[in-house]
């Protein structure tokens, strides 16, 4: 499950989902608006995108979150670009966050989520 902004705390919360059935795979949190106190995932992986000059999701608000996914042995990658501000989506801007897509993908591929 991915989302974006707001969508990323909707996707985090969908991450503590107890019941296999609707439980998603992986979480791809982009900036997300994810505060802490948000339920650890059930053992699926995280990714997370976030650009260093996002005025509204302040990479820092996401450390402490990074720091519980490890303390809980949850598989965490996190990137955050110098530049993107907020709501880089999918665009290439020429700004480094626009790489984040393939990195994505590099990170599905290398945990077996898809193939090629």
């Given at each position: 499950?991915?989302?974006?902004?707001?969508?990323?705390?909707?996707?985090?919360?969908?991450?503590?989902?107890?019941?296999?059935?609707?439980?998603?795979?992986?979480l791809?949190?982009?900036?997300?608006?994810?505060?802490?106190?948000?339920?650890?995932?059930?053992?699926?992986?995280?990714?997370?995108?976030?650009?260093?000059?996002?005025?509204?999701?302040?990479?820092e608000?996401?450390?402490?979150?990074?720091?519980?996914?490890?303390?809980?042995?949850?598989?965490?990658?996190?990137?955050?670009?110098?530049?993107?501000?907020?709501?880089?989506?999918?665009?290439?801007?020429?700004?480094?966050?626009?790489?984040?897509?393939?990195?994505?993908?590099?990170?599905?591929?290398?945990?077996?989520?898809?193939?090629?």
């Amino acid at each position: 499950m991915m989302g974006f902004s707001a969508g990323g705390l909707l996707a985090a919360l969908m991450g503590g989902e107890t019941e296999a059935a609707v439980r998603p795979n992986f979480l791809a949190l982009i900036y997300p608006a994810v505060p802490r106190s948000v339920p650890m995932p059930v053992a699926m992986p995280v990714f997370i995108a976030q650009a260093d000059d996002d005025p509204t999701v302040k990479p820092e608000s996401l450390l402490g979150y990074y720091a519980a996914l490890k303390q809980a042995k949850i598989p965490v990658e996190m990137h955050i670009y110098n530049s993107g501000g907020h709501g880089f989506g999918m665009k290439q801007t020429g700004k480094t966050s626009a790489s984040w897509p393939l990195q994505f993908e590099d990170w599905l591929e290398e945990r077996g989520l898809v193939k090629q």
